[in-house]
């Protein structure tokens, strides 16, 4: 009975066994049939290939001669974005004002907690052989801001360029590059203090390289004067000048710098600023008004070293920016408080200025991906020259306008690169901008570039 | 003012130079140009052998020189995206500006290896063109060379036949060498190579070696541990005879390959005067190719 159970079983096996022989070979049969059409085709394709490959390396010819350039991103025009964003703490300060400056508004910096810049969104292309256009809209919560908006030739010759539209002045150093561009995540206290945040120009722009070796540029520029210092005056003529000269060059494979020197004049109408009055029924918030000449000269600095010109692995950065500004001009102020001595906006005699100041920095490429950087930055509450008698009798002495304080801060930042189109940083600060104020500021922030490469400044 | 217009107008008819000056962006343009321009033409080489050409800032330095410049003689195909639209436009040189006959791509003139199928960065820094390190195929050098000579006869007329013949004897030269350094490297065809970045694709493809892989996990993306151990398993599982590298790319990531795999890494030149021997473009390919056949 064992036995025979066994004997079912093994045949019960051996039966479907048979059967799948037949199958196997009928299988193997097919596979090789198929193996012979696949080879055939494979060989055909590679005889197709072959011939396709072989008369293209002579023919390829273009259509254009070679005089075409391949766009950035192989599209145009040049389409880029960048995402920029941050967690900061800091402070709850209500006004952030550097003490001893007149407020020159800008773009805040000053949010806590986890925030969004501006979204830039950037389009530019070669209009035709003579002209280039781009456009910089920020984006942000139901507003678009034009930041640039200009159009440039680049078929004058001779060295000399002309620029014309919304674009960025080219005074200073720090002043033509875009903030995802910066080294830090914020805006030196100088830049602040002078424009906000740029100089902008709605205006022209004409540029002169000199036939050297050594790099020689000049520039001059006219415009509305809309931005701070000046203010919008609606008029005819010119509302700003400036003019500018870089010099720059290399020493060694491993060294490059760049050296400049500039000069911005423009006038202010009624540019207001918050003060309190001297009300004797309690202080009332009164704008502060200032009419006048405004003068900035800007020295800057940039020097970079990279081994053998090559800044993939290690570069070292060094910047630094000098400014002189001189204001001429009236003090008045206004209030619709009746008892406000500022009501009636009376006149409050002569204002003239004289402030200094700058900053220095430093970036440290060390490995691939990572950087450090250090920054200081001061200002000198500089020379204010006034009738106290007139002045004091209607704004309270004690408005940090009036302080003599030196402002000054200290910076540190750590950022990591996956590549160049993404960046995440690490910054602290210890920003006494604020007179009786000490603010230790942590920032922690992404910029992310999307589209086309977009070759940046030096 | 009216002093400074006037040194201003001396300044500007100062270069007064009757050489074709040529701004070439890379070595290989410059010592093409040379070979072709002899003594009529002045070159300035934008970058040397130990730069990474994707890598480079658009210096004062550069700008000066590209005011000055009647040709710029480039590769092209994106490889120049980060830092030259910046230069030309910051020069104010109208001859040198794309579309005109100063503005000068090689990769136009040759059929361009690994053109992406899909442009997404998440693939890298891929080239919409097509990988741009043409030059380590000598045959491209002999297309680009004659559209070059061509361009610069067009530019400087008056040696228009100068340049013509300095191609033709140029060409011949390079037709023989070129069946000199086939025949040299005919025993490498098949070796399997891992390269750092995709700056060889094109001498491999000239020798019939095979790149078995790269350092770099993505095109421009720096090469990281868990890729380089994949590596290690790659060569083991399929035998790889030699590690390639650039002058300019850091030797790290191919010594500790090398170290672990047990194979050798070697730099080769990848442009004029990216070693000793490679002074010119002859010696670019005799040293590539010597360098290549000492592998084990």
């Not at chain 1, 209030?335 to 409050?348: I, M, Y």
């Not at chain 2, 400087?156 to 069946?179: N, Q």
Request: hydrophobic letters at 40%.
């Amino acid at each position: 009975m064992h036995r025979m159970s066994i004997f079912a079983f093994a045949a019960s096996l051996a039966l479907p066994a048979a059967a799948a022989d037949e199958d196997l070979k009928a299988l193997r049969e097919e596979i090789a049939q198929m193996k012979k059409t696949y080879e055939q085709r494979i060989e055909a394709l590679e005889q197709r290939l072959a011939a396709a490959e072989a008369p293209k390396e002579k023919s390829q010819s273009p259509q254009d001669g070679g005089t075409r350039a391949g766009t950035a991103g192989g599209f145009n025009p040049e389409v880029s974005l960048i995402l920029q964003g941050q967690y900061r703490r800091m402070k709850d300060v209500p006004e952030r004002n550097i003490t001893g400056y007149w407020p020159a508004g800008g773009h805040g910096g000053d949010e806590r907690g986890f925030s969004v810049d501006n979204s830039e969104l950037i389009v530019s292309a070669n209009i035709n052989p003579y002209f280039r256009g781009l456009l910089n809209v920020a984006l942000k919560d139901g507003e678009a801001e034009v930041e640039e908006a200009w159009f440039q030739t680049l078929g004058l010759g001779n060295g000399f360029t002309l620029k014309g539209g919304r674009f960025l002045s080219g005074i200073g150093y720090i002043n033509e590059h875009h903030p995802h561009a910066w080294d830090f995540a914020d805006a030196p206290l100088m830049t602040k203090a002078l424009f906000g945040e740029h100089y902008g120009q709605d205006g022209l722009q004409l540029k002169w390289v000199a036939p050297t070796d050594l790099f020689m540029e000049f520039g001059a520029e006219i415009g509305r004067g809309a931005g701070f210092p000046g203010t919008d005056r609606n008029q005819n003529g010119v509302g700003a000048t400036s003019l500018f000269a870089h010099v720059g060059g290399d020493v060694g494979r491993s060294h490059a710098w760049r050296a400049g020197l500039s000069w911005l004049t423009t006038r202010a109408k009624n540019r207001e600023a918050h003060f309190e009055d001297t009300d004797a029924a309690g202080p009332n918030e009164v704008e502060g008004l200032y009419s006048g000449r405004s003068r900035t000269w800007i020295a800057d600095f940039v020097w970079k070293w990279a081994p053998e010109g090559n800044p993939k692995y290690r570069n070292l950065k060094l910047q630094a920016e000098l400014f002189r500004r001189t204001e001429d001009g009236d003090l008045a102020c206004a209030s619709g408080v009746a008892t406000s001595p500022c009501a009636g906006s009376p006149a409050l005699g002569n204002l003239n200025t004289r402030q200094t100041g700058g900053y220095a920095q430093t970036v440290w490429q060390f490995m691939p991906r990572w950087r450090v950087g250090y920054r200081y930055d001061w200002l000198n509450a500089g020379s204010k020259r006034y009738d106290p008698a007139t002045v004091f009798a209607a704004l309270d002495p004690a408005s940090a306008y009036f302080a003599r304080y030196r402002p000054m801060r200290h910076t540190l930042m750590a950022d990591w690169s996956l590549d160049e189109f993404s960046r995440l940083r690490l910054q602290f600060a210890r920003d006494k901008s604020m007179q009786g104020v000490t603010d230790n500021q942590v920032t922690l922030q992404y910029i992310m570039s999307l589209g086309a490469h977009g070759a940046h400044k030096f | 003012m009216k002093r400074l217009f006037l040194l201003l107008l001396l300044l500007s008819a100062w270069p007064a130079q009757a050489d074709l000056r040529v701004f070439a962006c890379e070595p290989e343009w410059a010592a093409l140009a040379k070979e072709l321009g002899g003594d009529k033409v002045t070159v300035y080489a934008a970058t040397h052998a130990l730069q990474d050409p994707h890598r480079i800032e658009a210096r004062p330095s550069l700008i000066a020189r590209a005011r000055n410049a009647q040709l710029v003689a480039c590769t092209g195909a994106e490889l120049e995206a980060g830092w030259l639209p910046q230069v030309l436009r910051e020069s104010g040189n109208a001859a040198i500006q794309p579309g005109r006959p100063g503005y000068f791509e090689a990769a136009q003139f040759v059929a361009r290896l690994e053109i992406p199928a899909k442009i997404d960065r998440s693939e890298g820094d891929v080239h919409a063109s097509g990988n741009p390190h043409i030059q380590l195929d000598p045959r491209n050098l002999l297309a680009v060379a004659a559209p070059l000579a061509q361009r610069m006869g067009e530019l400087d007329a008056a040696s228009a036949s100068f340049y013509a013949e300095r191609h033709k004897a140029f060409a011949d030269r390079m037709h023989a060498a070129i069946a000199r350094w086939e025949r040299e490297a005919a025993g490498l065809r098949g070796m399997r190579v891992i390269a750092q970045h995709k700056s060889f694709s094109y001498l491999f493809n000239w020798l019939g070696l095979v790149e078995a892989g790269t350092l770099e996990p993505k095109p421009g993306i720096e090469p990281g541990s868990a890729h380089l151990a994949q590596l290690v398993a790659q060569a083991k599982a399929q035998p790889v005879r030699l590690i390639v590298r650039t002058p300019f790319d850091s030797p790290r990531p191919g010594e500790w390959l090398a170290e672990r795999s047990g194979l050798r890494l070697a730099t080769l030149p990848f442009t004029v005067g990216g070693s000793e021997r490679a002074q010119d473009l002859f010696g670019l390919f005799d040293d590539t190719i010597a360098r290549l056949r000492a592998a084990p």
